[in-house]
């Protein structure tokens, strides 16, 4: 079954507004709780810092730019925009690699490639650079994070397109089993190697932070990123496969173009 640009670019976009609401739901219940705590947090830090440096007296503290509740409102919003736009990003790598992609479905090549996606841009500079909470960070160094979070991104996924190559030109010159094997102990050497090669975040984390705190953030953010990899793959690929049936059922021949 073949398709057109535009109709892998509807579905996906279909998939990935309501990946977006479930995104911001996740957000806004799962996340927003540790965020309001790190907030409170660094607030009692930074008036305890205050009081020792100007022995106990208060000095008026710059207005916020936006309120908390502002704050995650648009939150909310933007996660909803990102989840569509990334939704028509994917749509387009799928559209352009869809028939190298490995899978006897459109939904076995679309969850694998969500997969790796979620490997290259979440899960590997999650393990690297992981997120901290509003209570951890130098604010000065936002711009070298950002540098070094783009790096480990552009490299995973370089990586990521080796050693599909490397799998191709193995195919037919080993067996399946031994071409898996060799492929698995070149990804996890690669990235190995990426990991402890790449230098080490700027940010150091105060000791009073308490590490459950850290850690909870990390790991829901992290989780957000999962549910909405997880759900444009599993989503954008039942819907091609939907869309399949009803072609071959002849029920529906709008977007299907001559293979």
Same mark, same amino acid.
Request: charge should be negative; glycine fraction near 10%; include cysteine.
């Given at each position: 079954?073949?398709?057109? %640009?535009?109709?892998?670019?509807?579905? !996906?976009?279909?998939?990935?507004?309501?990946?977006?609401?479930?995104?911001?739901? %996740?957000?806004?219940?799962?996340?927003?709780?540790?965020?309001?705590?790190?907030?409170?947090?660094?607030? $009692?830090?930074?008036?305890?810092?205050?009081?020792?440096?100007?022995?106990?007296?208060?000095?008026?503290?710059?207005?916020?730019?936006?309120?908390?509740?502002? $704050?995650?409102?648009?939150?909310?919003?933007?996660?909803?925009? %990102? !989840?569509?736009?990334?939704?028509?990003?994917?749509?387009?790598?799928?559209?352009?690699?869809?028939?190298?992609?490995? &899978? #006897?479905?459109?939904?076995?090549?679309?969850?694998?490639? !969500?997969?790796?996606?979620?490997?290259?841009?979440?899960?590997?500079?999650?393990?690297?650079?992981?997120?901290?909470?509003?209570?951890?960070?130098?604010?000065?160094?936002? &711009? $070298? #994070?950002?540098? $070094?979070?783009?790096?480990?991104?552009?490299?995973?996924?370089?990586?990521?397109?080796?050693?599909?190559?490397?799998?191709?030109?193995?195919?037919?010159?080993?067996?399946?089993?031994?071409?898996?094997?060799?492929?698995?102990?070149?990804?996890?050497? !690669?990235?190995?190697?990426?990991?402890?090669?790449?230098?080490?975040?700027?940010?150091?984390?105060?000791?009073?932070?308490?590490?459950?705190?850290?850690?909870?953030?990390?790991?829901?953010?992290?989780?957000?990123?999962?549910?909405?990899?997880?759900?444009?793959?599993?989503?954008?690929?039942?819907?091609?496969?939907?869309?399949?049936?009803?072609?071959?059922?002849?029920?529906?021949?709008?977007?299907?173009?001559?293979?």
């Amino acid at each position: 079954m073949s398709f057109t %640009y535009r109709g892998i670019i509807t579905r !996906a976009l279909t998939a990935g507004l309501p990946v977006g609401v479930l995104l911001a739901g %996740y957000m806004f219940f799962v996340v927003e709780p540790t965020i309001d705590e790190a907030i409170t947090l660094e607030e $009692q830090l930074a008036t305890e810092a205050e009081h020792g440096e100007q022995g106990g007296h208060h000095h008026d503290e710059e207005e916020a730019l936006f309120t908390r509740s502002e $704050q995650v409102g648009g939150g909310v919003a933007a996660s909803v925009i %990102y !989840a569509v736009v990334l939704s028509a990003v994917f749509g387009t790598v799928l559209a352009a690699t869809r028939h190298r992609l490995p &899978g #006897r479905s459109d939904l076995m090549r679309s969850v694998w490639l !969500a997969a790796v996606a979620f490997g290259c841009v979440a899960l590997v500079p999650a393990l690297k650079y992981p997120a901290n909470p509003p209570a951890v960070g130098d604010p000065d160094t936002v &711009g $070298q #994070r950002t540098v $070094q979070w783009l790096v480990v991104v552009a490299l995973s996924l370089l990586l990521a397109w080796a050693l599909t190559r490397l799998s191709g030109l193995l195919r037919g010159r080993l067996d399946d089993p031994t071409r898996v094997l060799a492929v698995t102990a070149a990804t996890v050497l !690669a990235f190995g190697a990426l990991l402890v090669a790449l230098p080490g975040t700027p940010d150091e984390i105060d000791q009073r932070v308490p590490a459950a705190l850290v850690w909870d953030f990390r790991l829901r953010s992290i989780g957000g990123l999962a549910l909405l990899w997880s759900g444009l793959g599993v989503g954008l690929g039942w819907l091609l496969e939907r869309h399949g049936r009803r072609v071959m059922d002849g029920t529906d021949d709008r977007t299907a173009a001559p293979a």
